[in-house]
């Protein structure tokens, strides 16, 4: 199994910015897809965005569409989320997720074979 450990939450004003980092384990980053996804309390867990690994192919959820971009870098075992134009309806805590079939982005909870421990993003208005 991929371990997957999350960094870069806070608490950021409306209009603000913040990225995230996913630090992975294992020799073979580059050949799996990744995501992220969020929970916002007392909702389920929502896809955010994904990333195939060795084209680059990105996906994004409708809500985070032009303001979040997903990225990795393969050498560094690392994938980020850059947020901006945070919204206070982005406030959740944010997952990085490896799937279960390593070549699919995985694009909701049912699909996600490793978790990261979750990062807090706290958006004020």
């Known amino acids: 199994q991929v371990q997957l450990v999350e960094s870069g939450g806070g608490l950021v004003q409306a209009g603000g910015s913040l990225r995230l980092s996913c630090a992975a384990s294992?020799?073979?980053?580059?050949?799996?897809?990744m995501g992220w996804f969020r929970q916002a309390p007392g909702k389920e867990r929502d896809f955010v965005a994904g990333?195939?690994?060795?084209?680059?192919?990105?996906y994004y959820a409708d809500s985070v569409k032009g303001r979040f971009t997903i990225s990795r870098d393969n050498a560094k075992n690392t994938m980020y989320l850059q947020m901006n134009s945070l919204k206070p309806e982005d406030t959740a805590v944010y997952f990085c997720?490896?799937?279960?079939?390593?070549?699919?982005?995985?694009?909701?909870?049912?699909?996600?074979?490793?978790w990261g421990q979750g990062t807090q993003v706290t958006v004020s208005s």
């Open positions: 294992g020799r073979t980053f580059s050949s799996y897809s």
């Open positions: 990333i195939r690994g060795s084209s680059g192919y990105t």
């Open positions: 997720a490896a799937p279960r079939v390593l070549s699919q982005i995985p694009l909701s909870p049912a699909m996600v074979g490793s």
